[in-house]
């Protein structure tokens, strides 16, 4: 037997944390586990329930918020206890991978200092943000089947850009970008036509995961008008295999930054969804940027009352997303659009003045997050590589 003690030298993935993921051990198939410290636990083996041996979460999401806090009341008592080692692995002896099956993924726009960032570079001589951006969480449709596990490799991306003359041509993408984020996974789906209360908000929602957006910039310059992202933002998109169940996270709860004017009635909750996380965007291993989540303009809770709003329905192991985090200070832009300033003031990575990704490089989100009195907890970090771009054969 292994106690839990022996198991959390890593603090930040201790017995106030617990995330679940989908892992195999060499050979084996893909089940259910928690992460304590570095290693995992094997949920199916430890609790004897079926339900943990399927190849992903998306059965004991199902399941709803009472069958949440039941396995996380027995998995914190085991952890306090005793656990067989038989059903203890190594991190760096399982393979991981997407832990829900995403049926659909939207992206929102809702840190009010990316938007006004990017209002500045896009628009210089007109209003930052436009009229609609503080009476609702604005986003867009993106494309689940993109969704890729961290680890995964990303291909830079073909498609139209601009050139000086004002028309077109076709190739990689020169201005490939990073966007960190947050993402929330539904747990219990919602009915067509009926609309997601604001405060049902955690009885949908079963936690959180890191995601990188990325983005092809010039891409989405041209083709972005009049209908919004496409190939620019269609080609991947990154999330940890690590999912925080929203009650790891009670001690990060925070108000809101005062939102003016005063949203409309269904944007209007009970409950405190502001997060106090400190997200870090490392850039061939060396920081770059920590943006924080408590700036975020746009709750959790009102992206879905609004994701919803028109009856759209949701299913178990649907993911959306807050848009790029981004603070105040220079230090602190979720995407290196921002951080570079549209590519007018290079950053120095390694030594080397850097605008835009090239191939090769490689990013990782880290993030965490307060605990119980003064501890921190940390969400699993997501990680992805440029690969050199495949061009179609001209004919």
């Not at 949701?314 to 230090?331: E, H, K, M, V």
Request: proline share 9%; aromatic share 8%.
């Amino acid at each position: 037997m292994s106690s839990g003690a022996d198991l959390y030298a890593n603090p930040l993935f201790g017995p106030d944390n617990l995330p679940y993921g989908v892992f195999a051990p060499i050979g084996q198939r893909f089940r259910v586990g928690v992460r304590l410290g570095d290693h995992v636990i094997d949920l199916a083996a430890t609790l004897r329930d079926d339900v943990f041996a399927e190849p992903g979460l998306d059965a004991f999401l199902a399941q709803g918020p009472a069958r949440w806090r039941e396995v996380r009341h027995r998995v914190r008592a085991l952890v306090d206890d005793e656990i067989d080692s038989a059903a203890v692995y190594p991190l760096d002896e399982v393979t991981l991978r997407l832990p829900v099956h995403i049926g659909d993924y939207v992206d929102f726009y809702a840190s009010i200092d990316h938007a006004t960032n990017l209002g500045r570079l896009l628009r210089p001589n007109g209003a930052a943000l436009l009229p609609n951006w503080r009476h609702l969480p604005v986003g867009y449709h993106g494309r689940a089947g993109t969704v890729v596990v961290s680890g995964t490799d990303v291909r830079r991306p073909c498609g139209q850009r601009k050139t000086t003359s004002g028309t077109p041509d076709f190739g990689p993408s020169r201005r490939l970008d990073v966007e960190a984020e947050l993402g929330f996974v539904i747990g219990v789906g919602s009915r067509l036509g009926v609309p997601v209360e604001i405060d049902e908000f955690a009885e949908r929602v079963f936690g959180v995961t890191l995601v990188n957006d990325w983005s092809a910039r010039d891409i989405q310059a041209w083709e972005y008008q009049p209908l919004g992202p496409f190939l620019g933002k269609s080609f991947a998109t990154s999330i940890s295999p690590w999912i925080t169940p929203l009650a790891a996270l009670e001690s990060a709860r925070i108000a809101l930054p005062e939102q003016d004017p005063t949203p409309l009635p269904y944007l209007r909750g009970t409950q405190q969804w502001g997060l106090d996380i400190d997200l870090t965007v490392a850039w061939n291993g060396q920081p770059v940027t920590c943006p924080p989540y408590s700036r975020m303009y746009w709750s959790p809770a009102q992206m879905l009352a609004h994701l919803t709003a028109n009856g759209a329905s949701t299913r178990t192991g649907d993911l959306y997303a807050s848009g790029t985090i981004s603070g105040p200070a220079p230090n602190q832009r979720g995407s290196f659009i921002e951080l570079s300033w549209g590519g007018a003031d290079p950053i120095l990575v390694n030594e080397s003045r850097r605008t835009f990704l090239e191939d090769d490089d490689e990013v990782t989100i880290t993030a965490t997050a307060p605990g119980p009195d003064t501890t921190r907890i940390g969400l699993g970090e997501v990680t992805g590589r440029i690969l050199p771009a495949h061009q179609p054969t001209a004919h």
